[in-house]
């Protein structure tokens, strides 16, 4: 999963860095992540695993990490199976 | 031993109105002569006002923001430059308090602020940046434990009177542009090379000149938090709704200058409704849409307090940006309203029912962090978030 992650962080995350050089607990909003592109991350991540944020992840900690996306998604794919 | 001072004994709102009487005095000399609004400030500190907002433990009285944003609308009924002053320096101190627990210097320095009633100022706006609060050009330099900081700021309110400024900057030479630290320097530990005069249409006493800022100070003065944080927790809802208030105090008085205009017509012609009165009646309509706005988002900000996921949430932050996008507008309809009903006694400076003071301090309104850029962020958001639809949360 973190390396989906990490295609749309290329695609949508507008760093001034490589992704390459990111350690997948480094705070990405350290790396340059705004907060308009971590909404269009957001969009790429719900056409990527075909799942839908909920409000209580609509947040700044949802996407502080590659580690914290991954742990975001795992999450909304649990529950939206379940339901 | 704490033993409360006359002054504490009574209410925030009443030692607001004290304060405002003295503001109004000098209302129309500040806005002619574009200078700080010192009378209604002085007021202000002499009612103890300064530090309200701080905690007990820190020396303040742990108002609520409801309570402040009441003090900033009482303020706003008098001298929109007091109000704003007042209203930015609270917004610095929700800052602060927040978002600095466990510094030391932090700590210290809160206190300081109630003790001395201290003035704190803002340099978020840059050249370069705009109205962009969460880029900055400028980044701290942390050599040891000094940090040293050059901001070209294009608009500090009361730059030249406050006492300490808050200064927004990147963590680092090498960081992003959205990667910033806050950093408070007192009065001593910085220079302001004037750049820029601020002779504009309205809110002229704010006296929001540009400075090229240049600081030295213990790097233990950066805030510990990412001001990303601080930003998206508290300054933003706090400005929206400070602002919000005290422009509801602008509309307010116009809607009561607009009421003795009609009731003065409404004696001299006993039995006939004047015509000014269906004006006045939309006009309270709106006023009303404004308030419920403003106390709609405190008690969310309120609700909220100290849980940051909550604070942070987008739905949240669409909530607070709507208040912003919503007082902003209507408060210069309404003071239009009030201008038609007045006419020319309106129209001119100088009459009970004066509006022109009104109407220009209005007009910052919208350009305070431009409505299009809040309603791009807004837009952005809408297009994950949903929008909340319950009537009651
Ligand atoms: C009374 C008053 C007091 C102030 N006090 C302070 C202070 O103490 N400290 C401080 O730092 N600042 C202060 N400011 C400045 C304020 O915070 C903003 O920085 C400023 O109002 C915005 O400036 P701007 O219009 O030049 O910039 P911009 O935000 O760049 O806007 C310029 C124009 O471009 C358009 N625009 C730009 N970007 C976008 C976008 N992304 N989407 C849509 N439209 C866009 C807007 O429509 C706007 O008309 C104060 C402003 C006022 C009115």
């Given at each position: ?21 990111i ?10 992540l ?22 209580t ?27 | ?55 007990v ?9 409801s ?77 040891g ?76 003065q ?47 012609s ?46 949240f ?26 006419g020319?006694q ?16 209005a007009h ?30």
């Amino acid at each position: 999963m973190n390396s989906t992650i990490r295609d749309l962080l290329t695609k949508h995350g507008r760093l001034p860095v490589s992704v390459d050089t990111i350690a997948d607990d480094a705070d990405l909003y350290e790396a340059g992540l705004s907060s308009f592109a971590s909404v269009q991350l957001m969009l790429g991540l719900e056409e990527a695993f075909d799942i839908e944020f909920p409000e209580t992840l609509l947040n700044r900690k949802s996407f502080s990490s590659i580690n914290a996306i991954a742990a975001s998604v795992s999450q909304i794919t649990e529950t939206q199976q379940v339901a | 031993m704490n033993v409360a001072s006359p002054i504490t004994a009574l209410s925030l709102a009443e030692r607001a109105q004290r304060a405002a009487k003295v503001a109004a005095e000098f209302a129309d000399t500040v806005d002619r002569e574009a200078r700080f609004p010192k009378e209604g400030m002085d007021a202000v500190k002499a009612e103890r006002l300064m530090g309200i907002q701080i905690p007990v433990q820190h020396g303040g009285e742990g108002a609520t923001m409801s309570e402040v944003a009441e003090v900033c609308s009482i303020l706003g009924k008098a001298c929109a430059a007091t109000a704003m002053t007042y209203a930015m320096h609270q917004i610095q101190i929700a800052s602060l308090s927040d978002h600095a627990p466990d510094s030391a210097w932090h700590e210290a320095f809160l206190k300081r602020i109630c003790d001395e009633q201290l003035l704190i100022g803002s340099a978020t706006s840059e050249a370069g940046i705009g109205g962009n609060l969460r880029n900055s050009v400028c980044a701290v330099d942390v050599e040891g434990d000094i940090v040293r900081l050059e901001k070209n700021a294009t608009v500090i309110s009361y730059g030249a009177d406050a006492d300490a400024i808050m200064v927004t900057s990147r963590r680092h030479k090498d960081s992003p542009p959205s990667d910033q630290v806050a950093t408070l320097f007192t009065k001593d530990q910085y220079t302001l090379e004037h750049t820029a005069e601020w002779d504009t249409l309205g809110m002229r006493g704010t006296c929001s000149d540009g400075y090229i800022f240049r600081g030295e100070a213990p790097a233990e003065q950066i805030l510990p938090k990412p001001f990303a944080e601080i930003a998206a927790q508290s300054m933003l809802a706090v400005s929206h709704l400070l602002w919000g208030a005290l422009w509801f105090g602008i509309a307010a008085d116009a809607v009561n200058r607009a009421q003795s205009y009609v009731r003065a017509a409404a004696r001299r012609s006993p039995g006939q409704t004047p015509p000014g009165a269906l004006r006045l009646a939309e006009a309270s309509s709106m006023l009303q849409q404004v308030k419920s706005n403003v106390v709609a988002g405190l008690k969310q900000f309120e609700a909220g307090k100290g849980d940051p996921d909550a604070l942070s949430a987008m739905g949240f932050a669409v909530a607070m940006n709507n208040i912003k996008i919503g007082t902003s507008q209507t408060i210069l309809d309404i003071i239009n309203q009030c201008m038609l009903i007045c006419g020319i006694q309106g129209y001119k400076n100088g009459t009970p029912y004066s509006l022109g003071r009104h109407l220009r301090d209005a007009h910052s309104a919208q350009l305070m962090i431009s409505n299009d850029r809040i309603l791009g962020n807004t837009s952005t958001m809408l297009l994950v978030g949903k929008q909340e639809t319950s009537l009651l949360r």
